[in-house]
T-cell receptor
Framework: KNQVEQSPQSLIILEGKNCTLQ??????????LRWYKQDTGRGPVSLTI?????NTKSNGRYTATLDADTKQSSLHITASQLSDSASYIC????????????FGDGTTLTVKP | EAQVTQNPRYLITVTGKKLTVTCSQN?????MSWYRQDPGLGLRQIYY???????DKGDVPEGYKVSRKEKRNFPLILESPSPNQTSLYFC?????????????FGPGTRLTVT
């Protein structure tokens, strides 16, 4: 069964600090991986998308990496802000069925002043 | 404004009373999808549609129906709701069927079935 596992489940950091969130997947054949940010009670918003040929993708203070060989991705947040407090979700799509998305359970990030 | 809208945003209903949650997008997107989100389980795909009159099951389709008669609308139908369908529901759309474009999510519908 295709799965996406994220770690840690939750994380608390101080404002201004950096952090890294992890995503491991077993989805195959891999098509693309996307990181979403979801504020409490709202719909997810896309941060980055990467295909198997891409290693790094940045969006402002967010940098995602992908290692398609080990099936691992990470999301690095630089100089965190209070507004970064949210759930971060890793989503993987298979090449053979572009319509289906497999979501990780998310990492809940809390940034404290 | 480009957006995905869902109605209603909040709904409390009783077991067995048929209901429909509407989803509409104004971006001429081909792809639309429904998800449910439960604490500790993340987002799970219910149904998706690659285009008009084309729908397919996601990971948790039991107890739900959908239709795609027009490109902009993708309603979610619960013929006989049960308490285990109490959840937060999101509709999403995407410009293409390839999966390489981001999905735009609606604001969510919080459903409670008693």
């Amino acid at each position: 069964k295709n799965q996406v596992e994220q770690s840690p489940q939750s994380l608390i950091i101080l404002e201004g600090k950096n952090c890294t969130l992890q995503c491991n997947y077993t989805v195959s054949p891999f098509s693309n991986l996307r990181w979403y940010k979801q504020d409490t009670g709202r719909g997810p918003v896309s941060l980055t998308i990467m295909t198997f040929s891409e290693n790094t993708k940045s969006n402002g203070r967010y940098t995602a990496t992908l290692d398609a060989d080990t099936k691992q991705s990470s999301l690095h947040i630089t100089a965190s802000q209070l507004s970064d407090s949210a759930s971060y979700i890793c989503v993987v799509r298979v090449y053979t069925n572009a319509g289906k998305s497999t979501f990780g359970d998310g990492t809940t990030l809390t940034v404290k002043p | 404004e480009a957006q995905v809208t869902q109605n209603p945003r909040y709904l409390i209903t009783v077991t067995g009373k048929k209901l429909t949650v509407t989803c509409s997008q104004n971006m001429n997107h081909e792809y639309m999808s429904w998800y449910r989100q439960d604490p500790g389980l993340g987002l799970r795909q219910i149904y998706y549609s690659m285009n008009v009159e084309v729908t397919d099951k996601g990971d948790v389709p039991e107890g739900y129906k959908v239709s795609r008669k027009e490109k902009r609308n993708f309603p979610l139908i619960l013929e006989s709701p049960s308490p285990n369908q109490t959840s937060l529901y999101f509709c999403a759309s995407s410009p293409s069927r390839t999966g390489f474009h981001e999905q735009y999510f609606g604001p969510g519908t919080r459903l409670t079935v008693t």
